[in-house]
């Protein structure tokens, strides 16, 4: 009996710390502005759609990746998937979780633009070094 | 820690440094243990929750030096201080009662008992000093990243521990999970050392799982 209250509990506060630690991930990059080279390419301004982020994500696998980068793209990815299968689930039942997941995967595809976009500064810049040496 | 030498005050987050230290070195530990006495040694499997137990014990000081930066303004360091020693002396004693009242093989049982309850309670004053930081409006992001990776890894624990007392069949789900939240925690405040300087802020609105 013991267990299996500890086992709940401790569930329930997993998934919370998740998406809260997904939150504080997103909202490090929600301020940064996109750069007018990567808005062009992917076609967002200043607010992406959360059906961009498939788009997104293929171009950041295009891109040679940034070690720093890796594991925050990582959990972005399975918040993401994560609230794709709440708001298919529960998205019927409760309308206002349909409409903040929505609101929810739209900044994980922002996100991933901004990532997008440090990765081709990284690049342009290794570049550059190894052009001038 | 070398990422808290060179990104950070060392001294601010000492027991978190402190933690990782005892980490590294009970790590060597059970690496000597397993290539004396194999994987399935009763030696490595003492060792390992024995190890394991203290290691957690090592992360209740990181989280009394957590609880002492976020309330640092207030001055209330010590009473919590005092107030969690309390309860980890509690949960050893409720641990050691539960499993006296009840098991033959007490030693085995009894590390397994505190382990549940140490990450349990360990979850706990994580949640509440998760509630704290929205309280007071928080927006340090290094330490805000620092107490959420830590919510984690109490959370992934206490349900493995609960789990394996329930269920100790079901080898293939606890047996893989705490070393996903051990390779999970250090890689976590690696990042918030690496990408945050201490100063660097966000909306705490931005972080509570509902919207406010």
Partial sequence: ?133 | MVCSLFRGPLRRYFTLNLYMAMSVLVNAGRYVVFTQHGLMSSEYIYFYYYSDAILTICLYFALMGLYAIVFEELGVGMRLRVFMMLLLIGTTLFSYSVVHQSETRMLTRYIVEISQNLYFVGLILTYVLWAALLKLRESRIRVIQIVLSLGIYFSINAATYALRNAYPNLRFVWGYLPVAAGVFLPIAWIYAFMKFDDEARLAPSRLAAVPR
């Avoid at chain 1, 209250?5 to 929600?30: E, G, K, P």
């Avoid at chain 1, 200043?46 to 959990?75: H, T, W």
């Avoid at chain 1, 019927?92 to 349909?98: D, G, K, V």
């Fill in chain 1, 1 to 133: 009996m013991m267990a299996a209250v500890i086992f709940v509990f401790s569930v329930a506060a997993l998934m919370q710390f998740f998406v809260s630690y997904c939150r504080s991930l997103i909202a490090a990059s929600a301020r940064r502005a996109l750069s007018s080279d990567v808005q062009d390419v992917i076609g967002i301004r200043r607010s992406a759609s959360g059906d961009d982020f498939d788009r997104v994500m293929q171009y950041l696998y295009l891109c040679p990746d940034r070690r720093e980068d890796r594991n925050g793209i990582k959990a972005i990815g399975a918040y993401f998937r994560m609230l794709g299968a709440v708001a298919k689930v529960m998205g019927r039942l409760i309308p206002s979780l349909r409409v903040w997941t929505e609101s929810e995967r739209s900044q994980c595809a922002y996100f991933a633009a901004v990532a997008l976009d440090r990765r081709i500064a990284h690049n342009r810049d290794m570049f550059a070094e190894q052009m001038s040496a």
